[in-house]
């Protein structure tokens, strides 16, 4: 009797998992893409210097995970993940930082970051936290993981006046505040982002009210204490 040989299909590789990088640093871009080019589990999609081009691309390219600068002061990783989560929504979003910050997890915890390491660790720990972050689960350095949960739980301690209310702020205020709290005018401002002077003028309105100044140079100050400038 013939028999027909079993042929057993060999087990198949799982895709690499795209990611895409956001930083207003070159240098630091081409750094973390030359650690992720030798690694068969990651597939860098897509980088990007400036905000509106990430979010073209993230809503091009529709990546799992969306590495963020968090360190830089103009707040842009955080914008990029505000709106880029109205774009994408399935897409996971983690931050890169050089320090703890207490505004700055503040602010992660409001865009609803999946991840949050220091760059102080090793490429093998980020590694394996983006390998946990594709699979659906949240990954924090240990330095600020208590302070996320305590944030989400409504246990964190309480930032000192308007520092604490910084993290109330929108991503473009951040933006505005931080080149306002610099020394540019509405009009400068306004050219550097791209929008119309009156737009900026209400941004500028708003977040004084938040922060509960009346006065452009009390934005220097809460920018300078909150280590944003």
Known sequence: MHRTPFHFAAP??????????????????????ALLAPEETFRVIGTATRRHEALEQIAIRNPAVIVCDASEPSGAGFAVAEQGREIFSQGK????????????LDRAVRVGANGYFLRQRSFRALAAGL???????????????????????????????????????????????????????????????????????????????????????????????????
């Open 12 to 33: 198949q590789a799982e895709p690499p998992i795209r990611l895409f990088l956001f930083d207003e640093r070159i240098l630091m871009l081409e750094g973390l893409c």
């Open 93 to 104: 979003f983690v931050f890169l930082d050089d320090r703890v910050e207490r505004f700055r």
């Open 131 to 229: 390998r946990d972050i594709a699979r659906g689960e949240r990954k924090f350095d240990p330095d600020v993981a208590e302070h996320i949960a305590q944030r989400e739980t409504g246990k964190a301690a309480t930032l000192p006046e308007s520092l604490g209310d910084t993290a109330r702020l929108t991503a473009r205020e951040m933006e505005v505040l931080c080149h306002l709290a610099r020394g540019m005018t509405v009009k400068q401002c306004a050219a550097e982002l791209g929008l119309a002077n009156s737009t900026v003028d209400n941004h500028k309105s708003r977040l004084m009210k938040k922060l509960g100044v009346h006065k452009a140079t009390e934005l220097a100050v809460i920018a300078v204490r909150a280590g944003l400038i």
